[in-house]
């Protein structure tokens, strides 16, 4: 049986090949900072997110003045102002049929919006249910009533599309944080990985095959035996 030789080239000499470099750390490019910026990134991101939502929370709750609402049956004055739409809310228990009124306000100036709106603030949910858009200035008296025991506020009109933009810009926030992060800790990773094995072959001693450097060699010259 013929053995097969595991070094056509002649064998090593000097002893078993050394272990591979140990490469510091910090002598890696690019440096481990780029994993503190991916998580400082991701966090300012993230916070942004989660300060457009409260800023959206804040100023949707605010749009009704809780503070002096009123009960079904009663009425209570308010300041308008020339063109400006403010909103009729009510707090119920369930759907009934709910009226208000304005007497000293020219015809016209309540209208049904076409789109619901709901708002919960604490215990309360609250619905708009008229809008109203004066056409001069004043205080005027405001006259509600409900089939069932109610509260009413008045309030803001509701901004939905600067709501949904609030909303959206905090979404796009979440996902670029996370986007952002994974992409530069991968992206560090990865080229970090590349330049150490960069480093590893640079820094290894050069393979020595062939006879030592004196003396016979220890394995008969090729060719025929004689």
Not at 4 to 24: A, D, E, L, V
Not at 43 to 60: E, R
Not at 106 to 123: E, L, V
């Amino acid at each position: 049986m013929a053995i097969q030789n595991p070094y056509p080239w002649g064998p090593p000499y000097g002893g078993p090949p050394p272990p591979p470099p140990n490469i510091p750390a910090k002598d890696l490019r690019p440096r481990r900072i780029w994993y503190v910026v991916a998580g400082l990134l991701g966090l300012v991101l993230a916070g942004a997110g989660v300060a457009f939502i409260v800023v959206t929370v804040k100023d949707t709750v605010g749009l009704i003045d809780t503070a002096h609402s009123f009960s079904s049956g009663d009425s209570r004055t308010f300041g308008f102002v020339r063109g400006k739409t403010k909103a009729i809310y009510v707090s119920q228990s369930g759907p009934g049929h709910v009226d208000c009124r304005i007497p000293d306000m020219r015809s016209g100036s309540m209208t049904r919006p076409r789109s619901t709106f709901r708002i919960t603030a604490g215990s309360r949910t609250w619905d708009r249910v008229f809008e109203v858009k004066p056409d001069s200035t004043g205080d005027y008296t405001l006259t509600c009533t409900s089939e069932l025991p109610a509260e009413f506020a008045l309030g803001d009109k509701p901004k939905v599309g600067a709501t949904i933009g609030s909303i959206a810009a905090a979404i796009g926030c979440f996902l670029a944080a996370a986007a952002a992060t994974v992409t530069i800790a991968v992206v560090t990773g990865v080229r970090r990985s590349r330049h150490r094995r960069r480093l590893a072959a640079a820094w290894a001693p050069a393979p020595q095959w062939g006879p030592p450097p004196s003396g016979p060699a220890p394995w008969p010259p090729a060719g025929p035996l004689p």
